[in-house]
């Protein structure tokens, strides 16, 4: 057993001095040939640096790096990192710990400066319209959105709510443009759409999914709202209608949830597809290098980006619409 130990030894020995001999003839210090062989596999083994600066499999990455939630605001290559408050503060101890952090993302802090957009922008016109007498229009950017806010009082909040219609328009107001504003700062060169995030479109599906039911029940009252899951078909005996109803009853209360998975699903659906898709055509400039899949690429892009402009308006309009139709069919529930 020590002769085989000290024979394996002396085979190990011979291996590696071997190697280091060739390791002197193929990366000599003279003809710096090791250096060569650096710069052409690179130091990560990916190809080296004379190659193209970004593999195809990592395009989904750079998709994911600029349309992802992060603690940082990405900006011409330079990340800003943003302040942690709270991350080690625990809310319960032993094994079940939970961390409670305030930290701000990205998506919060463009959620914030759209709301303040938002908030800087109407009150000035409001305090305005207010101030100016009843014979005398509006001028400019203020005549714009005077247009816009009676468009939504009057061809969307009455036509689809009816009675008691312009208590809901500020709340379709507040939604329509704060929706806006924010699938706006998403075509900035910042890039970054927080309605791109699922938890901020669930978030704005579940307010307009409180303000239906809320409005529902104060309008039929408990009994009234109650006979929107729980109601006997027309036409039908008791006998036979009330399996009916206690089958419907599981159909009627999902089809209340439905409504706001699918405001959710399709504004978050929307607005990432179309950012997806402009990264993609950009990363093949990373991909290829080459100044023609360049020029096409960014003609693309920029076409697709004017889309993206009107797709901002549309998703914006239609989540509006949609809450405001579903506020409507409750209220006139019979």
Known sequence: MIRTSGMQEHAEETVQEADSAAGQEGYGSDDHSGEAGYDAYGADGHGGYDEPGMDVSEVPEFIQHHIADGSYIDFAGIQIPLPEFGADTLVSAGPAAVVFDLSPSRHLIFMVLAAILCVSIFIPLAK????????????????????????????????????????????????????????????????????????????????????????????????????????????????????????????????????????????????????????????????????????????????????EVFVAFLQAFIFTMLTSVFIGLIRHAH
Do not use: C, W
């Open 128 to 307: 305005k319209a207010r101030a100016r007498r009843e014979d005398e229009a509006p001028k400019g950017f203020a005549n714009g959105m005077e247009a816009l806010v009676l468009f939504f009082r009057d061809n969307v909040a009455r036509q689809n709510i009816g009675h008691g219609a312009d208590a809901f328009t500020p709340f379709i107001l507040t939604v329509f443009f704060f929706i806006l504003t924010m699938n706006l700062l998403g075509l900035t060169p910042f890039g970054i759409t927080p309605t791109a995030n699922l938890s901020v479109t669930a978030a704005l599906a579940m307010l307009a999914f409180l303000v239906t039911e809320i409005s529902g029940m104060r309008e039929l009252g408990a009994a009234g709202y109650m006979k929107t899951i729980f109601f006997l078909p027309s036409g039908m005996s008791p006998m036979i209608g009330i399996p009916v109803m206690l089958l419907l009853a599981p159909v009627e209360f999902l089809g209340k949830l439905t409504k706001p998975f699918a405001l959710a699903v399709r504004l978050f659906a929307n607005m990432t597809a179309g950012h997806t898709l402009v990264l993609a055509i950009l990363g093949m400039i990373f991909v290829f290098q080459n100044f023609l899949v360049a020029i096409g690429a960014v003609g693309v892009a920029s076409i697709i980006m004017i889309l």
